[in-house]
């Protein structure tokens, strides 16, 4: 990416520069919080992780203590029954609310140690509370996060959840919704047991006691040395605190430590780089909301978001005052860059966090400025229309049909591994062909994989059946397989496994309708089974280290060996899973491209498709897929050509004419982050263009043409001819490139069409995940888990979306694969194994280095090309006008690095 394009893209880190997202934006001005909790996703997750606790505030108010103590002490009281601190839930939970119920203390520490160890921010937090009646709980870095403990150090686990901590800690202070911001400036005396003492951080190696006492003999005399005070510094201690402040002052230590200064820091508030840091986010949001008066009003209606402390008076709300975002984000940045760190390395860190975070709120700036435009357009936009739309008929297939039946674990891992099973005579349930309990039919309980899909494949299913009796006969010595593979590995016994699994992947390779699938199944085996042998071979060397050279093994390259063992086995028995005859059966009907194909019982409704391109109900007939007064022939019911009717057509019409309007309200404008200014997302924005796709993609320059092709995709598919690769697309490019902003284009570009364009920020999917599992392991597919949870199950336009997904008709948008989070795994796996083989016309977004490249082989590639020097300065123009422009792009060019 260019230094300039980093400006134009959504806001860049150096200068606030330009927000695109626009979302599908709710408009009531409640969702005003929704948006801005969605800033606040990190943190919580970061709560749930157990980086950052929250005090309790019946316990600060109630406690003994005087002095607040560090976390890890408050961790072994609670463990001890107390209760100091809320659960990683109940602060998750408590920032959901958005209500700024949870106090955010900004305060400086006046000694490296100890932040308060004259016990006065206690104090003033107490009284503070008393009057603060909306805050249940209260950030205080010192207790929220990881500490060194006295004479030592914290823990590797307790390092690592401390930097996940630190990087996230701005988000504390700067969420719009979920924080009260505390702000305590107040210096008290320094304590007479502090005079004289002089901090040394970072003592360089060798440096010893001598060579301190000599080179600091000079300012005064030294009364003592400790250089093992604490992990982190060494004292010394002056007989007066004079000398202390003229070693403080001056230059020429560097060769001793990396910084000096008193053990009590009186240095004021404002003059901290962590402080100054603080106090920039946590007005960042509220400022540029400045722009928005609606929304500003909205967000008034909340307890104040700053709040000043002090002894002996009660707490006073902070004016945030509005100032230009380009001078604004100078202004925080220099006062950040000219303050003063003692941490090791702070100076370079902090304001790498202020950047990012002024990166990230301009992304969901953007969406939130979009919710001030569709809040005033509400009047004018009509409600969802009231429609009848009585609960969809239960499925019925005819007696026969074969299905694939996932398992709710499988789902919830994000992929579909499902059994073979058959409709029974009853039509309503389907029982495992190699065992297991009836399933009642439901569409949600059956695989919708439809790719690869094949129109004539009807010898398939005979195939398949003539050959189950031969592969059941199989499952006893795969089992055998199975349990040696359990048993304590040897070279012997591997050998042996592989000999006997080859044996049993070449009888079942004689089965013409699981070869394939067996082969597979056994080159699986082989590369599984040749890893176990290479981390056995590794294994046994080190164990045999004493008797041949009488060495000790090396204990912890022996563990891990035996880890990377233990895990090469774990994955052998894996593999061999695929060998069942229940797995070879299940992935020879996926294969064989007929997993797609349903016949209906005799009466069930359905919508479908006819060769006139009109949507029409219809009545399956017994033993025909199609009713006989289209005059469509069986074979021409496909994936993209029917679905089971979940609502009456008229009504999906009239929701969908009405979704459409509301839509184009939303995605017709991109409001941007800097200026305020209303964009038009078609005409305004910088066209992007599009590179990489091959010579099948060489039309798509635009985002125009890219919403051209993916219709063309979906018209391929409606001639319901033989179908090997999904119409799924992956779109990469490097941060802040734009591609919300094609997203969003695409939408508006498709609304006149046949698809019905779904967006979804991936971000915003896997909260949703991680708050209702078993949603999502119930369900087809995420997206629909998704839509049933931000709509409500029974909602109409839920439905009428649901109905376009069953009969592949949506076009699926997944903003930022990238962004998923502890899901991403999991929503790649699905995006890959569940979404794109159901057929679903599909364009994902990401970062090149945010996804597994190896998952999206069978996608249609794409890439963001940078835009051109022009392009960048006639979008700064549009956003900022000719007279900031100028020094604008100056600044970029000369001053911000090119990736």
């Known amino acids: 990416m260019s230094n300039m394009e980093r400006t134009l893209s959504p806001l860049a880190a150096e200068v606030g520069g330009v927000g695109t997202e626009a979302e599908g934006v709710p408009t009531s001005a409640s969702s005003i919080v929704d948006k801005c909790l969605q800033l606040d996703e990190g943190l919580a997750a970061a709560f749930i992780r157990g980086d950052i606790r929250l005090l309790r505030r019946a316990w600060v108010l109630e406690a ?211 402080c100054c840091f603080e106090s920039g986010v946590s007005s960042e949001l509220l400022v540029r909301l400045s722009v928005a008066p609606r929304m500003k009003a909205e967000l008034d209606k909340l307890p104040p978001k700053l709040i000043s402390l002090a002894r002996g008076r009660a707490p006073e709300p902070v004016e945030l005052t509005h ?106 349930a389907a029982r495992p062909l190699f065992g297991g309990d009836e399933a009642e039919l439901t569409f949600d309980g059956c695989s919708q994989t439809a790719i690869p899909w094949r129109p004539d494949a009807e010898e398939v299913e005979a195939s398949l059946r003539r050959d189950l009796p031969a592969l059941r006969a199989l499952g006893e010595r795969v089992q055998r397989l199975r349990d040696k593979a359990s048993r304590q590995p040897s070279e012997e016994g591997l050998h042996a496994l592989g000999d006997v699994s080859k044996g049993v992947v070449a009888d079942a390779a004689k089965l013409p309708a699981v070869k394939e699938a067996a082969g597979e199944a056994g080159s699986a085996i082989l590369t599984a089974l040749d890893a176990a042998k290479a981390a056995l071979a590794a294994a046994v060397e080190l164990r045999k280290a004493p008797s041949r050279d009488a060495a000790v093994p090396d204990a912890a390259a022996l563990e891990r060996a035996e880890a990377a063992l233990r895990g090469r086995m774990d994955g052998l028995r894996s593999s061999l899973e695929r060998l069942r005859p229940e797995a070879i059966a299940a992935a020879a009907w996926r294969v064989g491209g007929t997993a797609g194909a349903r016949r209906y019982a005799a009466g069930q409704r359905l919508v479908v498709r006819d060769a006139d391109g009109a949507w029409r109900e219809a009545a399956a007939e017994e033993a025909r897929p199609l009713p006989t007064e289209f005059g469509v022939k069986p074979a021409s ?107 969003t284009q695409v939408v508006v570009l498709s609304l006149d069409g046949e698809l019905v364009p779904i967006l979804i920020k991936v971000q915003r999917l896997q909260r949703r995940l991680i708050e209702s599992p078993g949603v999502f392991a119930s369900a087809w597919n995420w997206v629909d888990a998704y839509l049933r949870l931000e709509h409500g199950e029974a909602s109409p336009l839920y439905r009428m979306l649901r109905q376009a997904m069953m009969a592949r008709r949506a076009l699926l948008l997944l903003d930022g694969l990238d962004e998923g989070g502890a899901k991403r795994e999991q929503i790649e796996r699905h995006v890959d194994e569940v979404l794109a083989p159901q057929g679903h016309v599909l364009l994902a977004t990401s970062r090149p280095a945010g996804i597994g490249e190896a998952r999206f082989t069978s996608f249609h590639r794409l890439s963001l090309s940078p835009l051109m020097p022009e392009q960048q300065e006639h979008a700064l123009v549009q956003r900022v006008g000719k007279a900031q422009a100028a020094p604008l792009l100056e600044y970029v060019r000369d001053r911000v690095p090119i990736d």
């Open 64 to 274: 003994p203590d005087q002095h607040l103590p560090y976390r890890q002490v408050l961790e072994e009281r609670e463990r001890r029954g107390e209760l100091p601190l809320l659960s990683p839930e109940e602060a998750a939970a408590l920032l959901e609310r958005g209500d700024r119920r949870i106090g955010a203390l900004t305060h400086p520490w006046y000694s490296p140690g100890d932040p308060d160890p004259v016990g006065v921010k206690l104090k003033i937090l107490r009284e503070a509370l008393s009057d603060l009646t909306h805050i249940e709980a209260i950030f205080v870095d010192y207790a929220s996060l990881f500490q060194h403990p006295p004479k030592g150090k914290r823990t590797d686990a307790e390092n690592e959840a401390f930097g996940r901590a630190l990087d996230i800690m701005g988000d504390v202070y700067a969420s719009a919704v979920g924080t009260t911001v505390l702000q305590i400036k107040e210096i008290p005396p320094r304590p007479q047991e502090f005079d004289g003492e002089l901090c040394l951080f970072g003592l360089k190696a060798g440096v010893g006691e001598a060579a301190v006492r000599e080179a600091l003999c000079r300012f005064g005399e030294i009364e003592s040395c400790d250089l093992a005070f604490e992990s982190s510094y060494g004292i010394v201690c002056f007989t007066t605190h004079a000398a202390a402040l003229q070693a403080k002052a001056a230059n020429g230590l560097s060769e001793l430590c990396s910084g000096v200064d008193t053990r009590y820091n009186e240095r004021s508030y404002d003059g901290r780089g962590w």
């Open 323 to 428: 100032s230009d975002v380009w001078q604004r984000v100078q202004r925080v940045i220099g006062t950040i860059e000219q303050a003063t760190f003692t941490g090791k390395g702070d100076k370079e860190k902090v304001p790498k966090l202020y950047k990012s975070y002024v990166a990230r709120v301009a992304k969901v700036l953007t969406s939130t400025l979009a919710l001030q435009t569709a809040l005033e357009a509400e009047v004018a936009v009509s409600p969802m229309p009231s429609v009848d739309a009585p609960p969809a008929d239960t499925l019925r297939l005819a007696e026969g049909q074969l299905l694939l039946l996932p398992g709710a674990d499988a789902r919830l891992a994000g992929g579909d591994g499902a059994w073979l099973a058959e409709v029974d005579t009853s039509e309503r």
């Open 637 to 743: 019911l496909h994936p993209w050509s029917h679905a089971p009717l979940e609502m009456p057509l008229d009504a999906f019409e009239a929701l969908r004419a009405q979704h459409t309007i509301v839509l184009r309200a939303q995605h017709s404008h991109i409001a941007d982050a800097l200026s305020g200014r209303r964009l038009d997302a078609l005409e305004q924005c910088v066209a992007i263009e599009v590179a990489g796709g091959g010579a099948e993609l060489a039309a798509v320059v635009d985002a125009r043409s890219l919403a051209t092709w993916l219709h063309t995709l979906h018209e391929e598919r409606l001639a319901g001819e033989e179908a090997t690769r999904p119409p799924a697309t992956l779109l990469t490019a490097g941060p802040a490139s734009g591609k919300t902003t094609l997203l």
